[in-house]
């Protein structure tokens, strides 16, 4: 199986942030298009919360993103972020040591408790994705006098994430301390 480093998983968010032009908060939808993508909508608590397959019959549409639309919207985006995560990243270009069955990827009820490789792989893209690095670590940097709560909060919304998901973020990154002796 193939394994991405943190780098590239990066350095691949920032290629396709530079050439479709994208700019925070990042147009997911966009994306999906000018990839060659449709999203449909799905609903229900028996549905996964997303799922994406790549489309064989029809020339015209590479892959197909299902979204699960009982959930929160931002949870739904940043599920969005991670459904185009595996598409880019493990059927796009399928490694032939690893094909994916049916050129299918759907989550498990509650995927993010689950820590298998791609799951960890499409997890770092979306928040690659939804806030690039340099951008985020800058806005993140901006009015140091502020408690570092209320930049969160600005910067969340500025990237159109919950706060914690940019609290996340701000952790991997080391701008946020992991235990905070505030909170516990
Ligand atoms: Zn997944």
Do not use: C
């Not at 925070?24 to 298009?33: G, N, S």
């Not at 009982?70 to 985006?77: A, G, I, V």
Request: glycine share 6%; net charge negative.
């Amino acid at each position: 199986m193939r394994r991405y480093s943190r780098a590239q998983i990066r350095n691949t968010a920032k290629e396709l942030i530079t050439t479709y032009h994208l700019q925070v908060p990042i147009d997911l939808e966009l994306l999906v298009r000018e990839l060659g993508g449709d999203i449909r909508d799905t609903n229900g608590t028996d549905e996964p919360e997303g799922y994406v397959k790549l489309i064989r019959e029809d020339p015209s549409r590479k892959f197909e993103i299902g979204i699960n639309r009982s959930l929160p919207p931002k949870r739904q985006r940043f599920t969005l972020a991670h459904e185009i995560g595996h598409y880019i990243l493990h059927l796009k270009e399928p490694d032939p040591d690893y094909i994916i069955e049916g050129g299918e990827i759907r989550e498990k009820p509650l995927f993010r408790a689950g820590w298998e490789q791609i799951e960890l792989e499409a997890h770092e893209f979306a928040g690659e994705l939804l806030m690039p690095y340099e951008e985020f670590n800058k806005q993140l940097k901006e009015d140091p006098e502020k408690p570092i709560e209320e930049r969160l909060k600005v910067v969340a919304e500025r990237f159109n994430v919950s706060k914690p998901a940019a609290r996340v973020r701000a952790q991997w990154l080391g701008l946020y301390p992991w235990k905070n002796d505030l909170l516990s």
